[in-house]
């Protein structure tokens, strides 16, 4: 649910009042809705001179998704010269701005390009997006090229601060070879472009090649991406885990939901919701891996996903932190994922789980620290240390494993931080506001899916760019 202050500045006379005070105003981000279009307008598509081929190549790829791609420079209001695809009405607020940088080499060689953008930005749709592509400089590089390709980092953080109106920016940073149309540059572009990325903002994704070409795909693929995939969900009664379970099905998976009996009431309404199955289980049983494949393989024949959701806080200074805060939320948060992923990793290395999927959540609290969480904290960058070292025990059973470090989203969780504390967190990001649950469970999804097989041992926010952490 959106906070009742986003309501408020966005809706009559609190809307005005708003204005004519100079009170920040959060805008109502736009979501994903089925059959709602890619983006809100026609797309500019962006390249320094180097980076022309790389261009043409996502070019054709947004093309191919029937969206009106106009090339260089929008400095004029008229639609410039060299429109593909579908023709657009004469002065357009572009849905996006898409800036290819991948092969310059040097930092003097953007200048032209990026100032077009900044030029373009000007016309760009309410929850527009700008994105980035840009290729990671390989050991062994010139330190002229590492320059210009690590300043892609710098420079999308800092234009996703500057966009207003629910626009975001992130970057597509393309690594090992990776090209414009590759499959998993195709997920990440999709991703970061629609709807799906509402409350991910200032983010760099890198994304390499994938073992399989285009024709494992069609355009039916983007409406249900998990079609006939089983995923586990832990911590699925509430909160997060059950948007996660909510989106995973609505992508086409079967969704196994997994909670404490506890929360049996709970896990049973998430269950019935997506037409799944629940398993009652604490993820800290020392046989919960073995518990989650056999349910899984048992009832849905396969298990194609597992999403570690569940976690909890136990917030103290560490000065009085007691044996039973730190371990509980060590065991819960970090060491049953471990146990549960080498289990996994077991049944990966007998053949039983090719091209397995696993996501973690994480928190920017990992990253940035916070006051009173260092328990919390310490597993939740755990999480992004285990995460990717399993990657690299998972890529040779085509599988991946990522994360994804949410901010403040609205939930149980964030309900019982005392009042001012919440305002503030809200608006800290460059979104002026905290997330939903479907945020997070879109990105989750996204990593999942069979196309972001390029994608792997990355930990991807969904924080709106909170100003906390790098
Ligand atoms: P929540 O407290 O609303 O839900 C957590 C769920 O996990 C509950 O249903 C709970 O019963 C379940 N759970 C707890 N311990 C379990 C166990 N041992 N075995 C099985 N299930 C267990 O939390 P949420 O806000 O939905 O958070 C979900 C995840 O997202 C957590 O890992 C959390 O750390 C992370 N996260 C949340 C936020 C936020 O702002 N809400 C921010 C960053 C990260």
Known sequence: ???????????????????????????????YKPGA?????????????????????????????????????????????????????????????????????GPGEVSAAVLAAGAAVKRLAPSGRVVTVSRAAEPGDPPAVAAVRQGVDGFVRSLAKELRAGATGNGIVLTGGATGDD??????????????????????????????GLAAWTPAY???????????????????????????ARDGATVVCVDVPAAGEGLARTANAVRGTALQLDVTAPDAGEKIL?????????????????????????????????????????????????HLLEAAGRGELDGLRIVSLASTSGIAGNR???????????????????????????GTANAVAPGFIETDMTRHIPFATRQVARRLSSLLQGGEPVDVAEAIAFLASPLAAGVTGQTLRVCGQNMVGR
């Open 1 to 31: 649910m959106t906070d009742a202050y986003t309501r408020a500045v966005n809706t009559g006379l609190t809307k005005t009042l708003a204005r004519k005070l100079g009170l920040p105003r959060p805008a109502l981000l736009r979501r």
């Open 37 to 105: 279009p890619l983006t809100t307008g026609p797309v500019l598509l962006i390249s320094d001179p180097a980076s022309a081929a790389t261009a043409d190549a996502v070019a054709k790829v947004l093309a191919g998704w029937d969206l009106a791609v106009h090339r260089g420079s929008s400095s004029s209001d008229r639609a410039p010269e060299g429109t593909i695809g579908r023709q657009t009405a004469e002065e357009p607020r572009w849905g996006a701005v898409i800036l290819v940088l991948a092969d310059a080499e």
């Open 183 to 212: 499959t998993s540059t195709q997920a990440a572009l999709r991703f970061f472009l629609s709807a799906k990325s509402a409350y991910v903002d200032g983010q760099l994704l890198s994304v390499g090649p994938t073992p399989f």
């Open 222 to 248: 983007w409406d249900k991406p998990l079609d006939g995939k089983v995923a586990v969900v832990t911590g699925a009664a509430r909160g997060i885990g059950a948007a996660i379970a909510r989106t995973l």
């Open 294 to 342: 056999a349910h899984a393989t048992a009832r849905h024949g396969r298990l194609d996903v597992v999403v570690h959701n569940a976690g909890i806080t136990r917030d103290k200074l560490l000065a009085n932190m007691d044996t039973a805060r730190w371990d509980s939320v060590v065991a819960v948060n970090v060491e049953a994922q471990l146990r549960i992923n080498a």
């Open 372 to 398: 009173g969480q260092t328990n919390y904290a310490f597993t939740k960058a755990g999480v992004i240390g285990h995460t990717a070292a399993t990657a690299a025990l998972l890529a040779e059973h085509g």
